[in-house]
């Protein structure tokens, strides 16, 4: 399978988390124009702040949202008061019965550090899930992949990998390329670099790569 990382991807729904909200130009744009946008009860404030564009709908259990203010702009609230999960799940979660399987997460990292590690690890679980999500920011993008998957990328891009699913896997294409290895601690796959337009990934369980907008000229 071959895979785009980056403003290419063409969500069905973005999902607006309470971390930072975007400056980069695209995804700004990707927020207004893109065919549904749900937001996270925390991230209402954000939108009205930074956009015109009204969502579909805002999604959680109230305790952090002005619903003076929705009521105002006539914009629906979702209540789910379930605490076994997050407002991101809740929203991927309504997606998915919408037939919405193309999701973009903005807003996911940023401020509370357990906020963006828990919302990064939930990735492989929307993946089994059968969504194809990917996490953006101003910074990068967060892919979950599984099995033989091409990454399309630029020469020199700067790629991290982290084994979530703790099993082999293997990538060519890199400066520092690897055969079936387990890289048991997170932090042993990061920091790597595509020496190629086609960085080629394979795995037997959810993997996720971390695509990020530096990238090196070749010397």
Not at 191 to 200: D, G, I
Request: one cysteine or more.
């Amino acid at each position: 399978m071959d895979l785009r990382a980056r403003l290419d991807f063409a969500p069905d729904a973005v999902i607006l988390a309470q971390g930072d909200y975007p400056a980069d130009n695209g995804l700004r744009h990707m927020i207004d124009t893109v065919p549904h946008l749900i937001i996270c009860d925390g991230a209402v404030n954000g939108l009205l702040t930074h956009s015109s564009r009204r969502p579909d709908c805002v999604i959680g259990d109230g305790d952090s949202v002005p619903m003076d203010k929705l009521a105002e702009l006539d914009i629906p609230f979702i209540h789910i008061s379930d605490q076994e999960t997050n407002d991101l799940t809740k929203s991927i979660k309504h997606c998915a019965e919408r037939g919405w399987t193309r999701i973009c997460i903005l807003g996911g990292t940023g401020r509370r550090e357990d906020h963006t590690i828990a919302n990064i690890s939930l990735l492989g679980d929307y993946h089994k899930m059968g969504l194809e999500v990917r996490m953006m920011s101003d910074f990068g993008t967060f892919v979950p992949t599984e099995g033989a998957v091409t990454l399309l990328v630029e020469e020199g891009t700067q790629l991290s990998f982290f084994n979530i699913g703790g099993r082999p896997f293997s990538a060519r294409g890199v400066k520092y390329p690897f055969e079936e290895e387990i890289f048991a601690p997170l932090w042993q796959a990061t920091l790597n670099e595509a020496t190629a337009s086609e960085v080629c990934l394979l795995s037997s369980d959810v993997i996720l790569v971390y695509v990020a907008q530096e990238r090196k000229h070749p010397k």
